[in-house]
């Protein structure tokens, strides 16, 4: 993997990008940048759900964005779906190179709390990094600590950590040397 | 990566397998995915899955239909129902006709992943209590195996001595003996007890099947061997292997069964990779192997192999003592089975049972007991009860006592009333013989005709 860039999906709060970026610099060790430019989410609108699709969201993505970086991922603060389920926190490309990750329900308002911005920001990293997790290969964990354990509400993600565990790294590890970086 | 078990999704909406598969493979799940039913059958045939997620409507099958079908084909097959709308109406169908569960599209993430793990974890244990049940059942004497005979009491000997070891045993005996029942008492008292006894009916199988049986098989080894599937050498595993009419296998399968005996090693059929198996041998036959060994159709040095310890099994006609026990047996295990309040077998119908030859043995009797029991009135068998295979010469009704004097009388005449060749005839001694007579108040005729 040579690098990760960072794709805001609707209006997303700088500060927050710029600790995610820092945050996933650390955890994967690799270069991570935010891109200038931003993806218009309209197309990928449901009417009926009022949600947005986020496996369309990921092919516009891929063929919207070729990447400077071997993955993107698209961050967006709107309400994400595929067609099965009710919602999801974040959809990757098993094995590809985009991922996508929403903050609408990892926000302590959208339960009836206070907001809680630090509490969000940790949230946001595990779900970034089990995301990208994915494109890079990774299935889900059965570590509960591990950022790649299923996590299918909020309190599954507050129980486990923001990094991989030492099996899923070395896995990840592995999955990234095989990997051929991205044509510049 | 070991997968967390097999899904088959069944739906007609492209978009819906495809979201579903991807979302179950992140969770580590191998999945397969079929548009309809017709195409959900044929996987099925072809490979074992966990799970299958059937939409209740499709074009050509509807869901409810659809898992009839399933569990014709693989009754043990979990199947969740994926319906579109709840409905009070939907979810009684299907759980009725089956189903482990149903879920309503679009599906809570955490609902959804909770009820394939439950799933998941009932077969499990499932699985687990059937394997449990079946070992406890392989690990325990056999109740079937009854016997106050002396040649009974030899034969528990045999399995007392031989059970313990490493021993290969050769059992012999008529079909309907037992067999398979002493060798499974053989396994019952052995250290190996606590592993499988696995059971190979070496006369019912064509050659090239039994050596997919014995030594299993590589994928695509044969047309039709779509998956790579083990022998029965292999699946023993620390147990015992049961081979029943060793007699009857072909002079190549010998072969290949005296390395197996001799090496401990088994070669997969399509494999070239040899394997070592763990097992004690336990072979059976109604054949005389010594005679077919002398004509060339077993091969000698695998009958030595086998007849390293035997085992033979009296027919029942040699051990006719031991009838009211069996009888006594297969009134209680056929009473507790179909229900019913017999308590046992009149005294004449014993006689009767006793009178005959049972060509058929034990099985013969089971049978003749199981169909008494189906068309008995009252609370004991009686001799109308029981359809015997060969008549009883109009004897039936007849007391013991009766029939022996039935029988002298009759050997009596045909040696011309010579006491001397009728007790050699009958297997007593002319004193014996001369007490029954005078018993009966029997008089010489040709006195009489003096």
Known sequence: MNGIGLLAIGETDSAMMESLRAALETEFGVHCEILEASLDPAPSFHLERGQYSSTDILDRMQKGFAPDSDHLLGVTPLDLYIPILTFVFGEAQLNGSCAVVSTHRLRQEFYGLPADGGLLLE????????????????????DYRCAMAASHDVEAIDVKGKSLCSDCRARALALMTRKPAVKR | MNSKGKILIVDDELIVRDSLSKWFREEGYEVGTAEGGRQALAMLA????????????????????????????????????????????????????????????????????????????????????VALKERVAESSFPPELIGQSAAMRTVFEAIETVGPTEATVLITGESGTGKELVARAIHAASPRRYNRLVVA??????????????????????????????????????????????????????????????????????????????????????????????????????????????????????????IPLLVDHFVRKFASSMNKPVQGVSRAAINMLMQYDWPGNIRELENAVERAMVVARSGELQEKDFTLRIPLNGRSGMTLEEVERAHILEVLEQCRNNQTLAAQVLGIDRVTLHNKLKKYGWKRPTDEAL
């Open chain 1, 123 to 142: 949230r946001l990293v595990k779900e970034a990094v089990h995301e990208l997790g994915h494109s890079l290969g990774l299935v889900h964990c059965d």
């Open chain 2, 201 to 322: 009916h070496c006369g019912a199988l064509a050659e090239t099947l039994l050596e997919s049986e014995l030594f299993g098989h590589e994928k695509g080894a044969f047309t039709g061997a779509q998956y790579r599937k083990k022998g029965i050498f292999e699946a023993a595993d620390g147990g015992t292997v049961f081979l029943d009419e060793v007699g009857d296998i072909s002079l190549k399968t010998q072969t290949d069964l005296l390395r197996v005996l001799q090496e401990r090693e088994i070669t997969r059929v399509g494999s070239n990779q040899p394997i070592h198996v763990d097992f004690r041998c336990v072979a059976a036959t109604n054949k005389d192997l010594e005679a077919m060994v002398e004509q060339g159709s077993f091969r000698p040095d695998l009958y030595y192999r086998l007849n390293v310890f035997r085992i033979d099994l009296p027919p029942l006609r040699k051990r006719k003592e031991d």
């Open chain 2, 46 to 129: 072809q490979q074992d899955w966990d799970i299958a997620l059937v939409d209740i409507k499709m074009p050509d099958m509807d869901g409810i239909e659809l898992q009839q079908r399933f569990h014709e084909v693989k009754p043990d097959l979990t199947i969740i129902i994926m319906t579109g709308y709840a409905s009070v109406e939907t979810a009684v169908a299907a759980l009725k006709s089956g189903a482990y569960d149903y879920v309503v599209k679009p599906f809570d993430p955490e609902e959804m992943a909770h009820t394939v793990r439950n799933a998941l974890a009932h077969k499990k244990a499932e699985r687990e209590n």
